[in-house]
Structures are given as C-alpha cells and as structure tokens.
C-alpha cells in the first residue's frame, strides 16, 4: 500500500507483523497486501503459522508488533465483529441444534439484520454455492462437501469486505476436493472480496490464487504469481517445499 496518496480501495495491508510463541519467534515480520476481487494463497508447511496470522488479521489474536491495516487505516482497536471479515474454519463449525438456514442466517442476526431480509439473503447464498433446496434440512445429515458448502455460505452471508478460507478442503477425499477446487475457483472472482486462502497443497494454490505467498520459518519466502513462484522459485527452500529436486 502507498505511504501517500489515496489509499486503494478494499485491501488489506498486513505490514511487519511479529508473534511469539512460547517463548519462540513464530511470525517473524510478516507484510503483504491483498487487493479486492483477489485471492492470494498462503501456501506453507503444518506449524508455519498460517493460522495464526488469520486469526491476527481477523483480531481473534493480538501481534506482538506489526500492524494490519485496511483501505490504509490500522484497524489494531477495531473488535472481531466489527471489522467484518468472513473466516472460515477447517473443522467449519457449523451449529448442530440449527438448520441449514439457521446457520447460514447467524452472522446476519449477528449483525441485526431483520428476518425478513435474511430469508433472502439465505436464499440467494445457497444458490452461490449451490445447495438450493437445503434450507431445511439439519446440518448433521449433511454429507462433508455439503457442509462444506454451508459453512461457506455462512460466512459470505454478511457481505464480508475480506474473506480468509482456512484449509477449507483438507478434511475432505481427494475426489471431492478436486471437485469443489473447481467451484471454488469459478465461484471466488465473482464475489470481487479480496480473499485470503490458507494450504499446504500446492496443486490447491496454483488452481486458486491469482498470487501466492509462500510462508516458511515465520517469514514471507516469496511472493508472486504461480506463474513467477513456480518458474523462479525464490530459493532453495521454496524450491524445495514446491517439490524440485534438481
């Protein structure tokens, strides 16, 4: 983001940001920007920290020093609920006790949107990602791509401004999240939110992100397109980790 000038509309901006963990450097001066209607892929190894930075950006947690910044204002004393970002978990935490339209419903009553407006809402979002005709149905007789589907929808149901996908297929077998791989990629552009998407798999990421940030050892390793990452890998460790052995 431009020090001066007009801030770009809808990015975020996560600038140097450092977290310990017991005791250790985990994020060590994390910056990079996301742009609207852009997916940039955090691609990195289990324990680089992926998680945790979401959970920064979306202020479930608190750097130890950095900033994130939206549309070029820092945004550190802005509570969860307020900064309207949509997260979405690996494990997708869908309500059991409520139905298909219940849960997709639950951040708009969050934000106290009236009834009559969610059912519409609701109902526009399971035709996004497919699933009309769901509504009614309990969310436990739900097969894992299906629920999978939900939990999306709920978290697109309040319009967010930045949407950060948490390894959102890792659960799922190799069939099906090749499947919904390409509803993912047809669906996300559309919605024009920047969106952050965590993985390990690299087919995952060179599907999905229009750039990739591969995370390594607390620190951004390279940053780029797929394109540039895998033709001109940065170093050997991201040559490694993309699997070339030559």
Known sequence: MKSSGEP???TLEVRNITK???????????????????????????GSGKSTLLRIIAGLEQPDGGQVLWEGVDIADVPTYRRHFGLMFQDYALFPHLNVAENVAFG???QGSKISENSKIVTEVLERVN???FAMRKVTDL???????????????????????????AALDRA???????????MLPKTNIPVIYVTHDQEEALLLGDRLAILAEGQIEQIGTPEEVFQHPA????AEF????N
């Open 235 to 238: 170093n050997l460790s991201v």
């Open 143 to 169: 097969s894992g791509g299906e629920q999978q589907r939900i939990a999306l929808a709920r978290a697109l149901a309040p319009n967010p401004r930045l949407l950060m996908l948490d390894e959102p297929l």
């Open 8 to 10: 770009l509309k809808n």
């Open 242 to 245: 993309l699997g070339m052995t």
């Open 176 to 186: 099906l999240r090749l499947e919904l791989q390409q509803e993912l990629r047809a």
């Open 131 to 133: 699933m009309s005709g």
């Open 20 to 46: 310990n963990y017991e005791g250790k450097p985990l994020l060590r001066g994390i910056s990079f920007q996301v742009h609207e209607g852009e997916t940039l892929c955090l691609l990195g190894r289990s």
């Open 108 to 110: 708009l009553r969050m």
